[in-house]
């Protein structure tokens, strides 16, 4: 397997546009979760799901984030407008079992820069 | 909400050395424990899962315990070598989900 694969790898953008993140979980998984990482406070969930469904936003910062799971192999996070505030790493996870075999496998993540 | 702590923040010790790295959370109800390596510049990587009802759990040089009752775990390296620099980060779920809260990390570093 490929792994949880992640799109772009990097992103630069302008203040105020548009910015689609892309993943693909591991074929099978039923749980996808989108995390994001900066310096100051670590590795934070945003948002996950259950078979496409959103279990737990509650880490969505705003409304300017949205994500959506329209099928079991593919999820997208967007951010509109986006703000320099919002440059950090996200990255994206996927697990096949619950409970206490809920082992999750990263994506290698992608670099926002927001200028 | 689960809070994770690691201790110490930052290592470094000469290769060949054993080393622990520790854990604290403050919710003992929880589904697992996992530990995670990330290099520089990437993605994590599993190390180990320990269930809420085990002990420990061993893979090759490293071993990690869990203590439910006292909120902690270790990670346990067996003679350290400068390819197992990186930083090694904790993270449980909550008692609510499975979304997983992660300490700051241990940034390691084994010096040839």
């Known amino acids: 397997d490929a792994g949880v694969i992640q799109s772009p790898r990097h992103e630069v953008t302008e203040m105020g546009q548009e910015v689609t993140l892309r993943c693909k979980p591991i074929s099978g998984h039923d749980y996808l979760f989108w995390y994001r990482q900066t310096m100051m406070r670590g590795l934070e969930l945003l948002i996950y799901?259950?078979?496409?469904?959103?279990?737990?936003d509650s880490g969505m910062p705003e409304d300017r984030f949205s994500a959506k799971m329209p099928n079991a192999s593919f999820s997208t996070l967007k951010i509109q407008p986006s703000e320099p505030r919002d440059s950090a790493v996200y990255f994206c996870?996927?697990?096949?079992?619950?409970?206490?075999?809920?082992?999750?496998?990263f994506g290698p993540g992608t670099r926002l820069t927001v200028l | 909400k689960q809070e994770v702590t690691q201790i110490p923040a930052a290592l470094s010790v000469p290769e060949g050395e054993n080393l622990v790295l520790n854990c604290s959370f403050t919710d003992s109800a929880i589904y697992n424990l996992q530990w995670f390596r990330q290099d520089p510049g990437k993605g994590l990587t599993s190390l180990l899962l320990?269930?809420?009802?085990?002990r420990e759990q061993t893979s090759g040089r490293l071993n990690a315990s869990l203590d439910k009752s006292s909120g902690r775990s270790t990670l346990y390296i067996a003679a350290s070598q400068p390819g197992d620099s990186a930083t090694y980060l904790c993270a449980l779920p909550s008692n609510s989900g499975y979304a997983l809260n992660f300490g700051k990390g241990t940034s390691l570093l084994v010096t040839p």
């Open positions: 320990i269930q809420s009802s085990q």
């Open positions: 799901f259950n078979n496409n469904v959103p279990i737990d």
């Open positions: 996870a996927s697990s096949g079992l619950a409970g206490a075999d809920n082992e999750q496998f």
